[in-house]
């Protein structure tokens, strides 16, 4: 639709004769054909034109007429109707504007480029398919501004701030002349899409960002940064390669030690949290031996023996339940297992002068689960041989 609209717009702008610019509208005579009415229809519903417009006959005024009153005399050539058209739209998917300047100036359409543009000022269409060099640098500034927006948000200050030792605040307006220059972040976003050193990549960035655009004012900050975008690239991955020439075997080691910590006490986690559940059990168990009565022999029927087969189901429901609960953990050990052998096999490839004391903090962890594991596993006999002994005395219950 938004081709429609500007194909019309184009057409009927260069069918005005002697048009002039007016209260924001150009205002010109058309003689009319049944092609441009369907244009000028369509225009209309987009609220480009008004839809009803005087006209002349013999080049006097004689009456006016609305697009939908048109009849066939009307397309005669002595009569020409006098059509006013919108000078100025910038919406979504569409603008029309007298150059790059007026299009530039609105924030919104340099956050979120418009694909399909009209400038009056030239009759030029820029569409999709349209092979001009501005155009195709315009449709790549939105990778600017959300290369800003997410270093803005990663120190809290919005879409548009970015805080690092002072607030670096942008507007994002751009001029013609900026649209020259080609945009290519590529190798930054490969940068900042690694997992490891992200904290650092972020503040490497933010620091570089700030330094190379503090000496400029705020509406010249975002255009500097088109101009001059190899230049930034160029920084931050020198300053990238710096900080990974400079990161000691020591700052290595805290990181896997501190993974090493971070995820044995996440083991040792998974038992802890049943922990409480398996002391209960004992002490339900005594409560419930305690409540099987002797039973004499053909007392079967007895309110006694219906209390003791109540306690022999109810404790063996509550160990079946803990059993499950305690085999369901193997599942989060498992679990944990792979995260933690994924983060240790990624360090011992990125850092292989590393590789032997890595793998001693990776076995650690190791140890940590197989103890985990048979503490679970004596849980489990434990929990049987509970039941079994309640299960003795009621047995012994009818001796």
């Not at 009569?79 to 000078?87: C, D, V």
């Not at 030792?165 to 972040?185: A, G, Q, Y």
């Not at 509406?219 to 710096?242: A, E, G, P, W």
Request: charged share 25%.
């Amino acid at each position: 639709m938004s081709t429609q609209i500007l194909d019309a717009y184009a057409v009927v702008f260069a069918a005005l004769d002697e048009k002039e610019l007016q209260d924001g509208e150009f205002k010109g005579w058309l003689r009319l054909t049944p092609q441009l009415k369907d244009k000028l229809e369509l225009l209309a519903d987009a609220g480009l034109t008004t839809g009803s417009y005087d006209f002349n006959k013999d080049g006097k005024p004689f009456s006016s007429a609305n697009l939908s009153q048109l009849k066939p005399a009307h397309f005669e050539n002595n009569i020409r109707f006098y059509i006013e058209l919108t000078a100025q739209q910038i919406k979504s998917d569409y603008s029309i504007c007298s150059e790059w300047n007026e299009l530039l100036a609105n924030e919104l359409r340099v956050k979120s480029p418009v694909k399909y543009i009209f400038f009056t000022n030239t009759s030029t269409l820029l569409t999709p398919d349209s092979g001009d060099e501005k155009y195709v640098n315009y449709l790549n500034v939105h990778k600017a501004y959300e290369f800003v927006k997410e270093l803005a948000e990663s120190t809290e200050g919005g879409d548009s701030t970015i805080f690092y030792e002072r607030p670096l605040n942008f507007e994002f307006v751009l001029k013609e002349s900026d649209l020259t220059h080609s945009i290519d972040l590529d190798a930054l976003k490969k940068l900042l899409s690694k997992d490891l050193h992200k904290e650092a990549i972020t503040c490497l960035m933010c620091r570089e960002l700030v330094s190379f655009l503090k000496d400029n004012t705020l509406r010249q900050r975002f255009s500097y940064l088109i101009q001059h975008m190899d230049s930034l690239v160029s920084n931050v991955l020198l300053s990238y390669q710096s900080y990974v020439e400079n990161y000691t075997f020591d700052k290595v080691r805290k990181e896997y030690l501190e993974k090493r910590t971070e995820y044995v006490s996440k083991i040792h986690g998974v038992f802890d949290n049943i922990a409480t559940k398996l002391l209960s059990l004992p002490a339900g168990i005594w409560f419930a031996t305690t409540q099987i009565k002797e039973i004499e022999i053909g007392g079967l029927e007895t309110m006694a023996f219906a209390k003791n087969v109540s306690v022999i189901v109810t404790v063996s429901v509550l160990a079946v339940l803990l059993i499950f609960n305690l085999f369901g953990q193997f599942s989060t050990i498992s679990t944990m297992s792979k995260e933690y052998r994924g983060v240790f096999n990624a360090l011992a490839k990125t850092y292989e002068d590393e590789a032997p004391e890595i793998g001693k903090a990776k076995s650690d962890i190791e140890s940590a689960q197989t103890q985990v594991e048979i503490k679970l596993y004596i849980a489990i006999c434990a929990t049987l041989s509970l039941v079994g002994l309640t299960i003795w005395m009621f047995c012994k219950a009818y001796n």
